[in-house]
């Protein structure tokens, strides 16, 4: 589109993308339940995502049907009357996102099983493949991106949306529609790991993630009951950080490891 751009003390007309934002309604079994804001991509991923995520469902065989058409989500559940139950129960809280998500007690995540180990390598070369992917996040700045690899760093999943949660709903949803594994995955993400990203991140069992940015302490909290290796400030040598004034080349490489650092091979 078209804007006014100022380099060098003057001003003068240039071109620019502009992030596209579309809303969609969720409906389950004809009532709605949300109106999210999400990038056009990846709808059905989203939505299997976010009732996963939420704890509307838990596995993918409890979907009869799903229908997107007209900015509308239309999905029947096989356990109408059981489901719709606990929907009208779940306890919701206002996230770090400024959005609403369901609250889930620690208490009713389990324990992450998996005997997966990575290489230090192997975390660097994918958020490098992230950034490298990423071809809105690198140009607009305006989305977030998350991307679910092998343990050799081979990417499975690719995602970037207007949200960090939208990010993370559309990797699990791709994972649930496409039978993977979790427990052998990895997730490497550019969003703040907060405690409802990491409860998000337990629930579907994946034992590593990293993210080039901060996590919380109730974040980390999670993180460590579920045995969830947490990694932060992922940084490769050359990689480029905006900050409000410049942009910063990394002159060496680091991470900073959390939590669960035994999966973390050098």
Request: hydrophobic share 40%.
């Amino acid at each position: 589109m078209d804007c006014w751009k100022l380099t060098d003390g003057r001003i003068s007309p240039a071109k620019t993308g502009v992030v596209l934002e579309q809303g969609l309604a969720l409906y389950v079994n004809d009532k709605h339940l949300a109106t999210a804001s999400i990038s056009p991509i990846m709808e059905k991923e989203f939505v299997v995502g976010y009732l996963f995520g939420q704890g509307f469902i838990n596995t993918i065989d409890e979907l009869e049907s799903l229908e997107i058409k007209d900015n509308k989500a239309k999905v029947t559940l096989k356990d109408k009357e059981n489901t719709l139950a606990d929907a009208s129960k779940t306890n919701y809280r206002i996230v770090s996102g400024g959005g609403r998500s369901a609250y889930f007690e620690t208490s009713r995540l389990l324990k992450i099983k998996s005997d997966l180990t990575i290489s230090k390598d192997s975390i660097f070369k994918a958020m490098n493949n992230l950034f490298k992917s990423a071809g809105l996040y690198g140009e607009t700045e305006g989305v977030h991106a998350a991307g679910l690899f092998s343990a050799k760093a081979d990417p499975i999943c690719l995602v970037e949306d207007i949200g960090r949660h939208n990010t993370l709903d559309k990797v699990i949803g791709y994972a649930l529609l496409n039978k993977i594994d979790c427990s052998k995955t990895f997730l490497v993400s550019t969003g703040r790991m907060a405690s409802e990203m990491v409860t998000k991140i337990c629930r579907c069992g994946i034992p590593v993630v990293a993210t080039k940015t901060a996590v919380t302490d109730k974040g980390l909290e999670i993180g460590k009951k579920c045995g969830l290796t947490v990694i932060g400030f992922v940084r490769d040598k050359g990689t480029k950080i905006n900050t409000d004034m410049d942009v910063r080349v990394i002159k060496s490489a680091g991470m900073k490891v959390y939590s669960g650092a035994a999966r973390i091979s050098l």
